[in-house]
């Protein structure tokens, strides 16, 4: 982490630092500025801590995962320290002891020679905290009955001994908010005094290896907390030593005002020069460098390698960047701002410094003032960049300009490559084809463009027109005009009919992959404490056979009901045989997909392939969808009513269900009272009126196919609960049909909004705490939620697998 961290301390900055000397010495220029704070919360202090938190909440997890390994290399250290000769082992306690508090001591006492006493302060407020919370949290181990298995790790269980070391905890807090790590000499110093307090302390049996490792971690992360919290001194030289800079470059300054940031956040200022001429600096603060670091960290490592960018560079690293791009752009005859001269600003920051031009951004400019000459005029700059392998890769409104003659000027070569491969060159096309989009429309914008580069070229950009592929701005602005990205590949397909559009991956994963990934690592965990409480083998044998039979007929009828409700719902005509096929091969795939996803995605195919159109194949399936979404409703309250008639004094009380109707009324008056969800809500519903409306519409002129889809729907949901309820009496169970109703209904509801394959996990959970809080005892609840998941998602995998191949193989799927 130190190479993202300031380098240097505060008052060497002041005594060493010729730019600050050379502002003192000509103070002539008065540079229009606001007063820059006394202190700065660093980014860098915060990533650190939370960095150190990570990593103690590792050590932790993989101390209890290995605790048995880790007690036998705790137990080896401990031999071995019991083997050091004994005037050693206490050479080395006397040596660590004591140095443990004098190198501190001294240290301090070198600050305050230097005038740098505020830093001790700081220091002496970390290692406070950090004696108070190593006593904290030591109490809370030493008492807490829960936490037996880490209290056993941090303390060996012998008495005494505490769980954190309270003077290594407060002295590595004390350490680390001083910044002792910048100074090397004292850097060795003081972990070499660790070792050998940390050595006696093994000696002494005192500590336990865990205990050693969290006991610094924690100094570290109260250190860093503090730093952050209370802030540092501020170390960005100010505007008379960026005046100073420039000076030593050979120009010469009259006025200076600094204007506002740029996108990055690097300050820049608008200089006057003696001679008449102007320049726009920009100023790269080292502490800024670290600056949307966790973002820039999540796009590495969720793009591909070819798309990413570095997420952490040195500031020599940025500025040379920077200048080179900016200078392979003049050499490429792109009309873009002269860099004149770069240097450092002392050890804190660097600048560069621009020719100024009279510009303004394009997103100043009217959508009616981008003419189709500018539109062509932008398009031939990048080109220009783009036939010396140069990559703008911020093709925005903010980094195209248009100076008083009507030219186009690029800016922003800081995120820029040069010797750019064809992918990121193709990026650099989609980027601006998107923005010119959002402004002009999508036909003027590839028109535009395929004029200047060729329609080839638009051509081999379209796999790449992709969300993830456009800057953080664009994807938000996108967010109000989705369909921009489809429009402007007809557009490009408009163009060259005869392209083959290959795909391009951009993303290692997706967001939604990951969360499946935990949510399905968690439900594996839940599913496998229950199958911890039941064999399976006894499950099996032991149920019931004839309920079982029962069991496995309803499951097989829900798939001929799942047929019926999708051919009811299309009124063109579809093989029964074959859709019930399709239904079984939705069983196969909902072991990769969420349960809602899976389902909905093979029937659309299916219909799309009996040659229904797109369109209406969507909307077919989604007419079913919302058809079984306001039945499932309309059972659940109607078996609740009839659970709450007739067992009033328990499952689901018919006031409780009034309370409950009233609630979700008054949440539903609460969300449509808010314009944005009114809105968004509006909006879908408005989809979903001019695609299935019509369709239902259909539906309903044909009594036969209402009377199937109608049928279909109930007995999907009939097939089910009789199952539930078979696999109950099975296991000798004694439950009314209708609360087993009511259980399935709940649970079903939950497990379809899981992102789970299947429901994994979510539904075993729900079935097995309703049918326990609807009065059966907890193993044979779990026995019977196994045997129903048994029949209805584990047992079709293999049949719906076979359908699944069969489908394909005759072009059905």
């Known amino acids: 982490m130190a190479d993202i961290s300031e380098r240097n301390d505060t008052a060497d900055l002041e005594d060493q630092d010729p730019a600050v000397d050379a502002a003192r010495r000509e103070p002539d220029v008065y540079v229009v500025e606001p007063l820059l704070p006394q202190r700065l919360r660093r980014p860098s202090d915060l990533l650190r801590f939370m960095a150190t938190l990570l990593v103690i909440g590792a050590v932790i997890l993989l101390s209890l995962v290995a605790k048995q390994t880790l007690n036998g290399l705790a137990g080896d250290v401990q031999e071995g320290a019991s083997l050091v000769p004994n005037l050693l082992s206490r050479v080395a306690s006397f040596l660590g002891g004591g140095a443990i508090l004098v190198v501190p001591v001294a240290f301090a006492v070198e600050r305050v020679f230097h005038r740098d006493g505020l830093r001790v302060a700081e220091g002496l407020i970390a290692a406070i905290i950090g004696l108070v919370g190593a006593f904290l949290i030591g109490e809370w181990v030493t008492s807490t009955e829960g936490v037996a298995d880490l209290r056993q790790l941090l303390t060996g269980n012998r008495p005494g001994v505490e769980p954190l070391n309270s003077l290594l905890t407060s002295t590595i807090a004390y350490c680390t908010a001083v910044r002792i790590s910048r100074r090397p000499t004292w850097r060795a110093l003081m972990w070499t005094v660790v070792a050998l307090y940390v050595l006696s302390l093994f000696t002494g049996k005192q500590i336990t290896l865990p205990s050693a490792m969290l006991t610094v971690l924690t100094g570290m992360a109260i250190g860093y907390a503090t730093l952050y919290g209370i802030g540092s001194p501020n170390t960005r030289p100010p505007g008379n030593a960026v005046i100073a800079a420039l000076r030593r470059l050979n120009f010469t300054p009259i006025t200076a005002r600094r204007v506002e940031d740029d996108h990055q956040g690097s300050r820049r200022y ?312 399709v239904q079984f091969a939705s069983s196969f795939v909902k072991l990769v997909t969420p349960p809602a996803i899976g389902g909905v995605a093979i029937n659309t195919r299916y219909l799309q392939k009996r040659g229904i159109p797109p369109a209406l194949a969507v909307a077919s399936v989604g007419a079913s969808q919302l058809i079984m979404l306001i039945a499932h409703i309309a059972l659940l309250l109607l078996f609740a009513y009839i659970t ?83 696999c109950v009496s099975a296991f ?42 609807a009065g059966v005892p907890a193993e044979l609840a779990t026995s019977s939620v196994l045997l129903y998941r048994l029949l209805t998602f584990w047992l079709p995998v293999l049949p719906g697998w076979a359908a699944f191949t069969y489908l394909q193989k005759h072009a059905a799927l």
């Open 644 to 726: 709450g008639s007739s067992t009033p004094t328990s499952f689901t009380p018919q006031r409780g269900l009034v309370l409950a109707l009233l609630g979700v009324a008054v949440a539903m008056v609460v969300m449509l009272g808010v314009p944005r969800i009114r809105r968004m809500l509006t909006k879908r519903l408005r989809s979903l009126f001019s695609n299935v409306l019509p369709r239902l519409l259909d539906v309903l002129q044909s009594p036969l196919k209402m009377l199937e889809a109608l049928s279909g729907t109930v007995m999907i949901t009939i097939a089910f609960v009789i199952c539930l309820d078979a």
């Open 270 to 581: 608008a200089v006057g020069l003696k001679d008449g001429s102007s320049l726009d600096v920009t100023v790269l603060d080292r502490d800024r460098q670290v600056a949307g670091l966790p973002y820039r960290l999540w796009r590495r490592i969720r793009l591909n390698s070819e798309t990413r960018r570095r997420a952490i560079r040195s500031l020599r690293a940025e500025l040379e960047r920077e200048a080179l791009m900016a200078y392979a752009a003049q050499a490429a005859g792109a009309s873009t701002p002269r860099l004149l001269g770069t240097s450092e600003v002392g050890t804190e920051a660097a600048l560069l410094a621009y020719e100024h031009l009279q510009t303004r951004p394009l997103d100043a400019l009217a959508d009616s003032e981008i003419t189709d000459d500018l539109l062509a005029q932008i398009w031939e700059q990048v080109e220009l960049l783009r036939m010396q392998r140069l990559a703008h890769r911020r093709l925005m409104g903010d980094s195209i300009h248009v100076d008083r003659d009507g030219r186009v000027v690029l800016t922003d070569a800081r995120s820029g490559e040069i010797a750019a491969g064809d992918l990121l060159l193709r990026l650099d096309i989609v980027q601006l084809l998107t923005y010119l989009g959002l402004r002009v429309g999508a036909q003027r914008s590839v028109v535009a463009a395929s004029r200047v580069v060729g329609p080839d070229q638009l051509a081999s950009a379209m796999p790449l027109l992709q969300r993830i592929a456009l800057t953080r701005e664009t994807r938000s602005a996108l967010a109000k005009n989705k369909g921009l990205l489809g429009e402007i590949r007809e557009q490009i397909q408009a163009l060259k009919p005869e392209v083959t559009v290959e795909e391009i991956r951009l993303e290692r994963f997706r967001p939604r992959t990951l969360v499946t990934i935990i949510a399905s690592t968690l439900a594996a965990y839940f599913l496998l404490s229950q199958l911890s409480q039941v064999n399976i083998v006894t499950v099996v044998t032991t149920a019931n056979w004839a309920w079982s039979l029962l069991a496995l007929a309803a499951s097989a009828v829900s798939f001929v009901a799942a047929a019926l409700m999708l051919r009811g719902f299309v009124p063109e005509p579809l093989p029964l045989w074959r859709t019930i096929l």
């Open 732 to 773: 000798g169970g004694k439950i009314d049909f209708t609360t087993v109703a009511v259980v399935f209904l709940t649970a079903n509801a939950i497990g379809s909004a899981a992102p789970t394959p299947g429901g994994l996990g979510a539904v075993e959970v729900a079935l097995s705490a309703g049918l326990t809080v």
